[in-house]
């Protein structure tokens, strides 16, 4: 079957862009027009701009957040407190947080969360360094804001079933948002009364 595209080089870019998540063929040939109207200096910093990106960024050695240095800025800010650990899925909660204004803690970045039916376990996840930041001793409460999804909700008892040997508090995020949300798209007044509102983790299991 002959291509609807007019040029491989065209069809080899829009197959690139589409298999970015959330970017269907439509959107992909957009996209690929686009770029191709743009001007040469244009074009050049977006593609600089991506493998940069590519080669040069970080991850935080400290919460596993995405950094341009070994520790993200928001772990070497003294002015943060050191003894409240946020847990959260990935990058995008730590936005979603940083833009309440509400939380003055360290996050610590999973990664992901326990999910069978995807093939992520407990291994696949940075839990056991979570663990490791706690076990120091400095750590006073960790606040668990993973989406209360049942997949974040194992994820949940799972961590606070391996912190529960040490001093530490184990507090999650209140209900504010609502049962099957995600974090990311909780909106900034009730994710940050969330964050604020919490309760112990384990009062919160017990009343499911």
Known sequence: MSSTYPSVLLENAVNEFAKLPGIGRKTALR???HLIRQDDSQVGDFAR???????EIKYCTCCHNISDSEVCSICSDRSRDASTICVVENIREVMAIENTIQ???L????????SPIDGIGPSDLQITSLEER?????VKEVILALSATMEGDTTNFYIFRKLQPYDVKVSIIAR??????EIEYA???TLGRSILNRTPFDESYKLK
């Open 107 to 114: 996050y610590h970045v999973l990664g992901g969360i326990i």
């Open 49 to 55: 701009a991506v493998i940069t990106l590519k080669q």
């Open 176 to 181: 504010g948002v609502s049962v099957g949300d």
């Open 134 to 138: 706690v076990k120091q001793g400095d």
């Open 31 to 33: 996209l690929v027009l």
């Open 187 to 189: 909106d900034e007044v």
């Open 103 to 105: 939380f003055k803690g």
